[in-house]
């Protein structure tokens, strides 16, 4: 069976403004951590950044490119992993 989280969702953690709008329209995936006034991504995996990332399936895509929409500041990802292309 295929692989179905083709997609890596990456947050660029440093950079993040902590303005919660990524969890505020995707909370299944995104909150905010008190301690650092930044989102971080729920069952990520930590970078030594301080960003996150987390394999991701279509229908998680899609909800996810709607967070990296909100993202006044563009620092949430999406990169397809067989061709390591980032999508946004
Ligand atoms: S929307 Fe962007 S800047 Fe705002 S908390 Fe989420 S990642 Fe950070």
């Known amino acids: ?8 969702l990456i947050h660029d953690q440093p950079n ?11 909370p299944k995936h995104w909150k905010m951590n008190d301690e650092t006034n930044k989102s971080f991504i729920i ?20 909800l996810n490119k709607e967070a990296a929409e909100v ?7 999406i990169k397809e992993k067989s061709s390591n292309k980032q999508i946004i």
């Open 43 to 62: 069952d990520g995996e930590f970078l030594p950044d301080g960003g996150s990332q987390r394999d991701i399936d279509d229908e998680q895509f899609k």
């Open 16 to 26: 993040c403004i902590g303005c919660g709008a990524c969890a505020s329209i995707n």
């Open 1 to 8: 069976m295929a692989n179905t989280r083709r997609f890596v």
């Open 71 to 77: 993202c006044p500041v563009k620092v949430i990802h």
